[in-house]
């Protein structure tokens, strides 16, 4: 079945500076890949995504890049703000149905004023 | 816009007792989600439904069970909690076919 690994696990970075998160997908047949953010008490939200024949979507400060041939996407925030800080989940979804989304272990990004 | 949620937010249980986690959404979503989310894991599935009485298994269904006698509510129940099942369970629902899932804030499950 479809495996999603996600890196890295934690990523500090400085106000304003980027973050990169990246996914792999063991699935080939996998099309749509969502990221989702979760804030502190709240549930998981979709913040952006991309289906397998497109190669990058952008969504003001933040970014996702699909390499098909290899197998990873990445989500890419610029200009890091605080509240950016929240844990980032990138998922894959083979769509026979929309059923079945398989999560990456997520990644907490934390944003230093 | 867009709503699910839970029953309760934070919640201890003993050892050996049943528990009912309840999800309601208001967007007349056919599909509904529980998930288990820990640390290191990410989000796992435990139960989907794609309609009233319909149940399939997710990837770790064992320990638990699910209801679903309305279409906009959706019940996972651990038939007799232990302390493995400690975790944040969340809820979501999403349109028939639609791959965007809308998640409750969850509930924080402690078993002693």
């Known amino acids: 079945g479809e495996n999603v690994e996600q890196h890295p696990s934690t990523l500090s970075v400085q106000e304003g500076d980027s973050a990169v998160i990246k996914c792999t997908y063991s699935d080939s047949a996998s099309n749509y890949f969502p990221w989702y953010k979760q804030e502190l008490g709240k549930g998981p939200q979709l913040i952006i995504d991309?289906?397998?024949?497109?190669g990058e979507k952008k969504d003001q400060r933040i970014a996702v890049t699909l390499n098909k041939t290899a197998k990873h996407f990445s989500l890419h925030i610029t200009e890091t703000q605080p509240e950016d800080s929240a844990v980032y989940f990138c998922a894959a979804i083979l769509n026979t149905g929309g059923f079945k989304t398989i999560f990456g272990a997520g990644t907490r990004l934390f944003v230093k004023a | 816009d867009v709503k699910v949620t839970q029953s309760s937010r934070y919640l201890v249980k003993r050892t050996g007792e049943k528990v009912f986690l309840e999800c309601v959404q208001d967007?007349?979503?056919?599909?509904m989600f529980w998930y288990r989310q820990d640390p290191g894991l990410g989000l796992r599935l435990i139960y989907f439904?794609?309609?009233?009485?319909?149940?399939e298994k997710g990837d770790i269904p064992e320990g638990y069970s699910v209801s679903r006698e309305k279409k906009e509510r959706f019940s996972l129940i651990l038939e007799s909690a232990s302390t493995n099942q400690t975790s944040m369970y969340l809820c979501?629902?999403?349109?028939?076919?639609?791959?965007?899932?809308?998640f409750g804030p969850g509930t924080r499950l402690l078993v002693l």
């Open positions: 967007m007349d979503h056919e599909n």
């Open positions: 979501a629902s999403s349109r028939p076919g639609g791959e965007t899932q809308y």
């Open positions: 991309i289906r397998s024949n497109v």
């Open positions: 439904s794609y309609d009233v009485k319909m149940k």
